[in-house]
């Protein structure tokens, strides 16, 4: 380091009260650790939920649905080896081409980041474990269940065959029941992406260890937390998509219909606006894996920290400003066009900043070679190819030849191996140690690579030409003679080399491992938090949640290691044998809360199998079962927040350690459960506002809308909606007022108030076009306030079950002035669906009127 | 470069008592830095709303006239409160850009802060490149085409 | 999987002859430098079927490439591809170099500076100037609809598997209804008319411009000047359901003189040969079966049943160089297995099949009388 040696902490700072020097005392500590974190044994495996379990399951199962889905990649390129081929024919080829897409960016990339997240978070913040570990465990069985039975599908040759964007009317008018598969099983599986997207934000907010100021965080805690936002914004619109979508396929709305008012393009947005986002969901992650990797290997801090915050914040948000050039060939105006081809330029800014400031990190440092390098260097090498490629793309005109050609094929390829796979295999390589304590082999890492690198190029490079010479994606046969056997067949060769290469990866990962795989402490002589970690892995995740002042503790405090083995940080022992850790402030890091987590328990499984069988059972078109799983869903979850949430500690607060206490009871900002529910009606206001991006984009493509001589809700009942619905939130924040006030008759008697108001809003809402007669089937403008309409009765019922709920926990003592978490949280929930209720209301009612003004 | 030895736990201790948690608000040194890119997403989003609703009025081939007004008004509106974010942020010591910046300095909340800054300064930017060139078709387009 | 695709051996493999043979018309005459010296081709489609198919070597540009461009809009764009795909290995190379040399040499000493330098110029400077004039020659080449210069517009509707088209110039009192098939004057601006009724599909000739969507419930245009002589290939590009991969078509740019007899030829109704109603012998016999099918109920042939709609225009079939949506050469061959089994040289072809409901006999009659369509 070029920085002087900092003086050496004073023993006596660190000291903990208690004697961390007596070995039996910490003996007895890690025992009472031990049996905190213990994993549960036989069939009660499945209950656990500790990150490093949940985490490997994770990541277990999307590389499994990468390997089907690259299986079905590599019979789409035997198909096409030669023209003409009858291997498979086009029924089979579509499915294969559909689920390749869908399982490899909803089954694989976007859950391997969460996996990956979920898995080695903790460890770079010092933490035990993420605050929500069953949330974790709930998302994980939701995301296995979903891509078991999307993928499943085409066993019994029902699988989706419209391409994995689904563009109606082809989806839409198609038969059968692929498209509803698709669709209901992604959403069960945005929730998972949500559900982590929550996790992993709260966590790296409110789970740091004490002292880690957001400049002094890791940055791959800086990618999740703004991939984790990237979600929340990304995934809703697509949600309102699905809700659009399957409304039209199930009850005949008509949205994306043109006979009825509707318009094919509205999917398109609401598609690309998520799946443009999407590919930076993708691919900052695992970027952010070689920002871990590129500083340990230069052996040197990485050149240009907040340089590579700065690129990845304003990639994630000029990314949400790119979605059109998915559909610069639809026919939209040229300025237009323009304006979405410049944001496609600037994006590019932020991204090369990001390789300049790697390169430059390798520059300033003595580069050791290794195989997380040599995947590294090679992920550069694709990426910064696919990305000049992505420069060209943006170019319009261009990108009217491309389109949808093998070129684009070759392009995506290329950015996400390079900006994707590859570093996340470098990023395997380098925290395979961590988490399992054994190394992966160096001789096969490299020989993977050797056969991978080459392999991709081999099957990818051509394809630029393939799709210049005009092939189209997504054919499933062509004829000889046009320029393009050649050139395929070479593809072919490549798909197999490197999926040769890929296979002796996993042979790597999964083969016995002896003693000499044994991974020693620090096997990369890294300087950051993670590295830490005791050697083999204990189920405690750290023995003790360290104090940090600097960005690599290892690199830059001598003592610092041997301080964390005799505990000499906080929480070092697990006194009432509950696992807890460590929550603290946003800003600086400073403990506020001493977190007890939820251990084993199957209610996540149960949850999950249950909810899943809504989704699963409403693709059947089976309603009874559908309305039983619902239910069974509701009970599972109600009873987990129930006895999992806001229990009452046996004291406030507790000793943490280095003097200092904190407490085990917080509610509001303070606690993470709060922060969750703040993050998670973010993303629900964001679902809202893209059904009302479909309200104004019918007003856009129609000459009026609505459309004179259709009915109208009117005035009348919006607004009593609206009055209705402001009454409950008022209701909702006075009570909690009154409840932290002491007064708790006016609390429940205002609750009460808030439940029935909030239930009337809804009622009144859906009155309005009720007595006037719309009809949804008959058009868009019907259809598009009937889904609004659900969408808030919806909302509406789950604010009066969170009502309902606090008023039983009242009567039963659970919340109380001094213990009211659960009606701070249901007041967040409150606002944002008044904000909403209220929307949606004045909509109707503006709406017909704006018209009639209008010329 | 010095780094402090660590705060004394009991000062810590006493600032805690003073912390009263923090919500949204509290935070909004960690949410300003988005400034600058917000700005970009509105500036980009109010072009495209004028650009998408005058050519759908006025048809393909329609000269720009008002809606050029528009994003030009819309553009100079964005340029000047990212001069306002930028001229806020300035609080940017002049080290060196890639190394050792701002780090280990010292470990106070005025580091974060800085760091904060720096992020946000360095987003306004990128937000200013991203502004001009969202404009950039605006001015070499002359109709809707 | 294997033999999922339907159809016996023998008549796959007389498509791929044929199929091969319908390539070798394609490519346009070369107009600036000659891509392979064998391909010279003729104007007239149907003469270029002869050529053989042994001729192409694998590795050359095909009829259906936007690198081997035959009007201005697709000129512009490969002109535009070449910079910047130089341009791009030019950086990549540049990039590349920097970060093998940034592993292989030691730590730089007071590198800082320069690291510096390099984020400064490499990740901002350099990208915001070179993107600005990339962004600006893009802008430039937008299509302008303020006033289109095209007299002839193509009207081209996307349908699964195959491409409705009709001819409108102010001097022709109906548009001329044809299908499958786009015959344009070199030289002469056109202007095409994009829809679709079924579900969306897009528009692709590589050779003369870039690609437009067909939307339900829209209208595209698309701008194609100075065609030049040729015969080349186009495509549905955006993915439309099982016959996607086999909706193709072909277009002809003749010289100005050929297009008008070529359009005339076309608005006129069908042959009075196969029109007659007559002394009963083959064509008669052909005539009566196409009717008492219910073939009409589709398919128009004009001057006989124009009821139909939802099938090709057939008024003109036989003059046209392919059957099926740019499947397979007329013959008495192919036009029989058609309408044996259409399925299996097209999977997800819309049309019955009537080896069923005909004799073999019959059908070879029908492919006969259909062959006077010219």
């Known amino acids: 380091m070029t920085e002087p040696q900092a003086p050496a902490l004073p023993q006596a700072e660190r000291a903990h009260p208690e004697c961390q020097d007596d070995p039996d005392l910490r003996a007895a500590q890690e025992a009472r650790l031990r049996a905190a974190w213990a994993t549960p044994k036989g069939w009660r495996y499945l209950t656990a939920v500790n990150n490093t379990e949940v985490g490997l399951w994770y990541a277990g199962s999307a590389l499994a649905f990468m390997l089907f889905a690259g299986a079905l990649a590599l019979i789409m390129r035997a198909q096409l080896a030669v023209p003409e081929n009858d291997l498979v024919g086009p029924d089979f080829y579509n499915q294969a081409f559909t689920l390749h897409g869908t399982a490899m960016m909803f089954l694989f990339a976007v859950p391997i980041f969460e996996a990956v997240a979920i898995l080695i978070l903790p460890a770079l913040l010092g933490a035990r474990e993420l605050p929500f570990p069953r949330l974790s465990a709930f998302g994980f069985w939701c995301y296995l269940i979903g891509g078991v039975f999307v993928c499943g599908s085409i066993l019994f040759d029902a699988a989706p065959d419209a391409g994995w964007f689904m563009y109606p009317p082809l989806a839409t008018e198609q038969g059968g029941i692929g498209a509803d598969i698709w669709l209901l099983g992604l959403s069960f599986i945005e929730v998972a992406s949500i559900a982590a997207a929550v996790e992993l934000i709260v966590g790296v907010l409110k789970c740091r260890p004490p002292g880690m100021r957001l400049n002094l965080i890791p940055l791959y805690a800086w990618y999740v937390l703004i991939v984790g936002a990237m979600i929340l ?199 395979y140690p961590l988490v399992t304590g054994r190394m992966l082999s160096r001789r096969l890492g490299v020989w993977s690579f050797w056969l991978c690198f080459p392999g991709f190029v081999i099957c990818f490079l051509p394809m630029h030409l393939t799709g210049m010479r005009g092939m189209p994606r997504r054919v499933w046969t062509y004829s000889e003679g046009l320029g393009w056997d050649t050139l395929n067949l070479v593809s072919s060769l490549g798909a197999f080399v490197f999926a040769a290469g890929f296979l002796v990866f996993i042979w790597d990962l999964i083969r016995p491992k002896g003693e000499a795989d044994r991974a020693p402490r620090n096997p990369w002589k ?24 600097s960005r690599y503790p290892l690199w830059d405090d001598p003592d610092f290691v041997r301080d964390y083995d005799a505990g000499r940080f906080y929480l070092p022992d697990a006194e009432e044998g509950r696992r807890e850790g460590l929550v603290t402030s946003v800003l600086d890091a400073e403990p506020e809360q001493v977190l007890r987590i939820g251990g084993p328990s199957v209610l996540p499984l149960g949850g999950a199998a249950a909810l899943g069988g809504v989704f699963i059972f409403a693709t059947f078109h089976w309603w009874w079962l559908t309305a039983i799983s619902g239910l069974g869903a509701l009970v599972l979850i109600l009873r987990w927040v129930w006895t999992g949430t806001g229990e009452h500690p046996e004291k406030p607060s507790k000793s943490i350690g280095l ?27 964001t679902a809202f506002l893209g059904l009302f991006f479909g309200l104004f984009f019918f007003l856009t493509v129609h000459e009026a809308f609505p459309p004179l001589g259709l009915p109208v809700p009117g005035v009348v009942w919006p607004m009593a909606s609206l009055g209705l619905a402001a009454v409950s939130w008022l209701a909702t924040w006075g009570g909690r007022r009154a409840n932290a006030a002491g007064r708790v008759g006016a609390f429940r008697a205002l609750l009460a108030l808030a439940l029935a108001t909030g239930l009337a809003a809804a009622a009144a809402l859906a009155w309005g076009p009720w ?85 | 470069m010095t780094r402090p030895a660590r705060r004394e736990p009991q000062e810590a201790a006493r600032r805690d008592r003073r912390f009263h948690g923090e919500g949204p608000r509290q935070t909004r040194g960690l949410w ?24 759908a009025h006025a048809g393909p081939g329609a000269g720009l006239g008002p809606a050029s007004w528009g994003v030009a008004a819309a553009t100079l509106a964005a340029l000047v409160a990212l001069g306002f974010a930028f001229r806020a942020l300035r609080r940017v010591r002049g080290l060196s850009l890639t190394d050792d910046d701002l780090v280990y300095e010292a470990d106070d909340p005025e580091e974060r802060r800085r760091f904060l800054a720096h992020v946000a300064t360095l987003l306004c930017v990128v937000s200013f490149v991203a502004i001009l060139y969202t404009a950039l078709p605006a001015v070499m387009l002359e109709t809707c085409r | 999987m294997a033999g999922r695709r339907p159809g016996p051996r023998s008549k796959k493999a007389e498509i791929e002859i044929a199929r091969g043979q319908e390539t070798r018309r394609a490519g346009g005459r070369p107009r600036r430098e000659p891509i392979d010296g064998d391909r010279k081709l003729d104007r007239l489609a149907p003469i270029a079927l ?24 697709a000129v512009e764009v490969a002109a535009l591809f070449e910079w910047m795909a130089w341009g791009a290995v030019a950086i990549w190379a540049a990039v590349m170099l920097a970060a093998i040399l940034a592993v292989l040499r030691p730590a730089m000493r007071g590198g800082s500076r320069r690291a510096d330098r390099l984020i400064i110029f490499g990740g901002v400077v350099f990208p915001t100037v070179v993107l600005a004039v990339l962004l600006a020659a893009g802008l430039r080449l937008l299509p302008d609809w303020g006033d289109s210069p095209a007299r002839l517009r193509v009207e081209v509707g996307g349908e699964q598997f195959w491409w409705r088209v009709a001819y409108a110039r102010d001097d022709l009192a109906v548009p001329v209804r044809t299908a499958n098939e786009i015959h344009l004057p070199a030289g002469e601006p056109v202007e095409f008319v994009l829809s679709a009724r079924d579900v969306i599909h897009s528009f692709w000739i590589p050779s003369l411009a870039g690609k437009m969507d067909m939307i339900p419930g829209r209208v595209n245009r698309l701008l194609v000047e100075d065609p030049q002589p040729g015969v080349y290939r186009g495509v549905c590009a955006e993915f439309c359901g099982t016959g996607h991969a086999l909706m193709a078509f072909t277009v002809v740019v003749h010289p100005p003189e050929s297009f008008e007899a070529w359009l005339a030829a076309e608005a006129r109704p069908a042959a009075p040969e196969a029109l007659r109603e007559g002394p009963p012998d083959a064509a008669a016999e052909g005539r009566r079966l196409f009717l008492d099918h219910g073939c009409g109920a589709c398919h128009p042939v004009r001057g006989l049943v124009e009821a139909g709609d939802v099938g090709p225009d057939l008024t003109h079939f036989a003059a046209r160089a392919t059957l099926g949506a740019g499947l397979a050469p007329i013959s008495r061959e192919t036009v029989a297995d058609w309408l044996r089994d259409p399925q299996a040289l097209k999977p997800g072809a819309r049309m019955p099949g009537y080896g069923a409901l005909m004799s073999e006999a019959e059908l070879e009659t029908l492919a006969d009388w259909l062959l006077e369509l010219r």
């Open chain 1, 526 to 549: 890294g300087g950051a938090l993670e590295w830490l970690q005791e050697q083999p892995p204990r189920s405690w995740g750290v023995r003790c949640v360290p104090q940090v002042s």
């Open chain 1, 659 to 685: 003097g200092r206490e904190a407490a085990l009871y917080v509610s509001g900002p303070k606690s993470t459960g709060w922060w969750a529910m703040f993050i998670t009606m973010l993303g629900d206001l």
């Open chain 3, 50 to 73: 002869i050529l053989p198919a042994a001729g192409l070597v694998a590795s050359c540009d095909g009829p259906q490439s936007a690198l081997v461009p035959r009007a201005r809009q």
């Open chain 1, 771 to 855: 007595a006037a007669g719309m009809d949804p089937t008959a058009h868009s403008w019907p259809a598009i306030v009937w889904a609004l309409v659900l969408w808030s009765a919806a909302h509406a019922g789950v604010g009066a079950i969170m009502q309902g709920f606090c008023l039983v926990a009242s009567f039963a003592g659970r919340l109380t002035p001094a213990y009211d978490a659960d009606i701070r949280n249901t007041e967040v929930f409150a606002h944002f669906h008044a904000f909403a209720a209220i929307v949606t209301a004045v909509a109707f009612a503006a709406f017909p009127e704006v018209r009639e003004v209008a010329p």
């Open chain 2, 32 to 55: 300003r830095i988005a400034t600058g890119p917000l700005i970009w997403g509105g500036h980009f989003l109010v072009c495209y709303w004028i650009g998408a609703s005058w050519c």
């Open chain 1, 233 to 431: 914004f990304a995934f809703p619109p697509l949600i309102a998509g699905d809700l659009l979508f399957e409304l039209e396929r199930l009850l005949d709305w008509p949205f994306f219909d043109p006979t009825r008012g509707g318009d094919p393009l509205l999917w398109q947005h609401l598609f690309w606006i998520f799946g443009h986002p999407e590919v930076y969901i993708i691919f900052l992650p695992s970027i952010a894996l070689l920002a871990m990797m590129i500083p340990t290997f230069a052996g040197r801090p990485i050149a240009g920290y907040s340089w590579i915050v700065l690129s990845a914040m304003g990639t994630g948000f000029i990314s949400f400003g790119l979605w059109v050039h998915h559909m610069f060939t639809t026919g939209l105006p040229s300025l237009s066009l323009g304006f979405f081809a410049a944001a496609s330029e600037a994006v590019a800014i932020p991204t090369g900043i990001q390789i300049f400031v790697f390169i430059a990190t390798l520059m300033l440092g003595t580069v050791r070679r290794s195989v997380p390098m040599l995947w590294s260097m090679g992920a550069l090498a694709i990426f910064v190819a696919g990305g000049l490629t992505g420069v060209m793309l943006a170019i319009a005109p261009f990108d009217f030849q491309a389109h949808d050609s093998y070129f684009i094929v070759a392009h995506l390829h290329f950015t996400l191996f390079g900006g994707m796979l590859f570093p996340l295999v470098a990023g395997i390589h380098y925290y």
